[in-house]
T-cell receptor, first 118, second 111 residues
């Protein structure tokens, strides 16, 4: 079946412009995560959606970053007034809910969107 | 707050040598620990999880709650093991299952 899909694969934008990054999770996965991957910083948590619960936005680096998830499926990460330090690979992942005994399930990752701000 | 620490950014070993990638965590509750791997030009993918107590591609990892560690080990490294390895922690209980990653260790296995 189809995995997590992200678009675009690559995005080059001018400093100060807004960008939207899209994530299509695996069908039926209620948990969705956004991460930023950059050299030396590893995987930086940005935001986490779980079903109809309020998202955990604790990782968003500034108010220029926002994300939404419509209909419990597709998610869009928006970066306003982009800066050069926003250049990174943005990864999306999805997973099924935790098992009834509380155990976690595997997170499946997309191929990422490489954002370059010039 | 939950935190994952991977002290080594780079690790280089020779083929056939043992390898250990270190991971320490900080979490007040009962955590779930995972190792994810990213091979060159591939997606990040799950390698193993502590709950399963499995050996994948010869790798094992034991959760040591006393030392708050989850080190990844393999007795005989292979060239194809060269990749970026990330240790991850997921909080359990409640309704928030945030998945937190360490900064990763780049493993290079030399011939």
């Amino acid at each position: 079946g189809a995995g997590v899909s992200q678009s675009p694969s690559n995005k080059v934008t001018e400093k100060g412009k807004d960008v939207e990054l899209r994530c299509d999770p695996i069908s039926g996965h209620t948990a969705l995560y956004w991460y930023r991957q950059s050299l030396g910083q590893g995987l930086e948590f940005l935001i986490y959606f779980q079903g109809n619960s309020a998202p955990d936005k604790s990782g968003l680096p500034s108010d220029r970053f926002s994300a939404e998830r419509t209909g419990g499926s597709v998610s869009t990460l928006t970066i306003q007034r982009t800066q050069q330090e926003d250049s990174a690979v943005y990864l999306c992942a999805s997973s099924t809910p935790a098992l009834l005994d509380g155990r976690g399930t595997e997170a499946f990752f997309g191929q990422g969107t490489r954002l370059t701000v010039v | 707050a939950q935190r994952v620490t991977q002290p080594e950014k780079l690790l280089s070993v020779f083929k056939g040598a043992p390898v250990e990638l270190k991971c320490n965590y900080s979490y007040s509750g009962s955590p779930e620990l995972f190792w994810y791997v990213q091979y060159s030009r591939q997606r990040l993918q799950l390698l193993l999880r502590h709950i399963s107590r499995e050996s994948i591609k010869g790798f094992t990892a034991d959760l040591n709650k006393g030392e708050t560690s989850f080190h990844l080990k393999k007795p005989f490294a292979q060239e194809e093991d060269s990749a970026m390895y990330y240790c991850a922690l997921r909080s359990s209980g409640g309704s928030n299952y945030k998945l937190t990653f360490g900064k990763g260790t780049l493993l290079t296995v030399n011939p």
